[in-house]
């Protein structure tokens, strides 16, 4: 698993081993970052569910300003970490030891993008998106990883579904604020 573009392209990053982890492929993070574009630099980025931290530490080595990555397993936690610092992103991360749902709740900052990847059928999709949405700045982007079959609401709070992608058996939903979509 590597850093695919941005200031830190190519640099190598660890990732949790067993059957319970789901890194996101490469080409699924690629088109993460063609739906995002020019909506990286200088944004603030939250990662939930990190897993191994690979999307924000790609979205700071693509230009955002700050990554907050999110997770509730503490071996999860330490690798991201790890990644993080051999990164050089120590400044411009954020690594938080918590469950979504008490971060989302406690948290007060507004994100500008935002990138949900649950364990896919575990139901936690609908709650975190909608935890999500009340944490987003005006005119952002939330992006969800999910199974193929897993179908997502039209709404989250002040957001609708945009657009779903989908990568065989992987889509990623994308939901924006209602205003942009006028």
């Known amino acids: ?13 660890l990732a949790l081993e067993g059957e319970q ?29 990190a897993g191994s931290g690979q999307i924000g530490i790609e979205a700071l080595s693509r230009g955002a300003a700050e990554a907050v990555l999110v997770d509730v397993n503490r071996d999860a936690v330490k690798v991201i970490q ?11 991360a954020r690594v938080v030891p918590s469950g979504f749902e008490g971060y989302l709740r406690g948290e007060r900052g507004r994100f500008d993008v935002a ?28 992006l969800c990883e999910h199974g193929s079959r897993e179908e997502l609401p039209e709404r989250a709070g002040e957001f609708i579904k945009h657009k779903v992608y989908k990568y065989g058996k992987t889509s990623v939903t994308a939901y924006r604020a209602i205003e942009q979509e006028d």
């Open 82 to 92: 790890k990644n993080v610092d051999s990164a050089g992103f120590t400044g411009r």
């Open 115 to 142: 990138f949900l990847d649950p364990p896919y059928a575990a139901g936690l999709m609908e709650k975190a998106l909608a935890l999500t949405a009340e944490r987003m700045a005006p005119g952002g982007i939330i």
């Open 1 to 13: 698993m590597r850093i695919i573009a941005g200031e830190r392209r190519g640099k190598k990053l």
């Open 21 to 49: 982890v789901r890194p996101t492929t490469n080409m699924v993070k690629e088109a993460l970052f063609n739906i995002l574009q020019f909506q990286i630099e200088g944004r603030r980025f939250l990662d939930l569910f």
